[in-house]
């Protein structure tokens, strides 16, 4: 008989054995921009997730990083009538995106910005990308997100997130930074799978398709190697950092992609179904909060995340900071 149970023993015993941690410096922490002053708007879905305008945004950040949290992940949010065909609100020199970029930088040079960069929070049909004939338009939708991620740089971007599930989109955003003489990063959202995980954050950026779905070019989750040549492809195109999404329901990806691609910091989205589904769990008393999302966070680096991208990273660090 072999006797486990001695490393179980006492809290400190367990301490001593545990394999993997969950760190602060772990998070990148999701924001929901929109225009205007002094708005800080709950999303209903996501109970503690708020939308902010930039004011208020910078009083939040100011926030964030007294809890050690670094890293911040933007997402425009538009009012429907600055919305159009070809998403143009979101690679004007004067986007939402950009401006915040400027301002956030200038108060807190330190902070490492990402920003999302897709059509769908832009376009008026909710797609991710031009359409043509009902579908989305790969080719003719790349300069459109090079340029959106050119802006994002030049307003002093750390690294852009293609987001929209185009083939060749890291290459053509690559080529359009190099060509600018930009060296911001690439974080590639490589395997996407086309996820009802994401319901709630449509809410929250009211970036719903206003028909079909995303099939056609987000991944199914019926595919296995897939999503190990997406990746791949990324990389070869110039990807720095790379993705799995959603996150729990894709451990197994997240696994893989570890160990195929080791050379590449390998970020996982915690998406917000995964946090709804906690939070609002805890909320009704069916399981206690703290442990709930500490123990799908160290799940995810158990998995192999090297980053998580999660609505949760304050309530991580907060409970990390008091024990
Ligand atoms: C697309 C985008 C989405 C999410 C991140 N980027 C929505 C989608 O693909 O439908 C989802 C994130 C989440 O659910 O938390 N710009």
Redesign the pocket.
């Known amino acids: 008989m072999k006797r486990f149970r001695q490393y179980r023993k006492s809290q400190e015993i367990r301490d001593q054995y545990a394999d993997v941690s969950v760190a602060v410096s772990d998070f990148i922490y ?1 924001y929901f921009v929109v225009e205007g002053k002094g708005v800080k708007q709950e999303i209903t879905s996501m109970p503690d997730v708020f939308r902010f305008s930039i004011d208020e945004l910078l009083i939040d950040i100011e926030h964030l990083l007294s809890l050690g949290i670094d890293k911040i992940l933007l ?1 425009g949010v538009l009012d429907n009538k600055d919305k159009d065909e070809r998403g143009s609100a979101g690679y004007t020199a004067g986007n939402i995106i950009s401006a915040a970029v400027k301002s956030i930088k200038e108060h807190f040079p330190h902070i490492v910005v990402f920003t ?1 960069v ?1 059509l ?2 832009y376009t008026s049909h909710g797609h ?1 990308g031009l359409l043509h004939d009902h579908d989305v338009d790969n080719d003719t939708t790349l300069p459109l997100l090079a340029e959106m991620a050119y802006r994002h740089a030049a307003a002093g971007a750390d690294f852009v997130a293609p ?2 599930m185009m083939d060749g989109q890291v290459e053509a955003i690559k080529n359009r930074l190099t060509k600018e003489n930009l060296n911001t990063k690439i974080l590639a ?1 490589s395997a ?1 799978y086309a996820s009802a ?2 319901g ?3 809410d929250a ?1 009211g ?1 719903s398709p206003s028909f079909g779905d ?1 099939k056609t070019y ?1 991944m199914d989750f019926r595919t296995l190697n897939q999503g190990i040549e997406e990746i791949a492809a990324d990389i070869e195109e110039g990807a720095d950092w790379i993705m799995v999404k959603p996150a729990m329901a894709y451990l197994d990806m997240l696994y893989r992609a570890s160990q195929q691609f080791p050379d590449h910091p390998l970020v996982a ?1 915690q ?3 995964e946090y709804s589904m906690l939070k609002n769990g805890a909320v009704q008393g069916f399981f206690d909060e703290e442990r709930i999302f500490f123990e799908s966070l160290t799940a995810i680096k158990r998995a192999g995340a090297d980053y998580i991208i999660s609505y949760y990273a304050k309530e991580f660090a907060k409970k990390h900071i008091k024990s």
């Open positions: 999701p997402f999302d897709c769908c929070e991710c987001s929209a959202y996407k995980f994401y709630p954050f449509r950026a970036s995303r987000q989205y998406v917000s179904g």
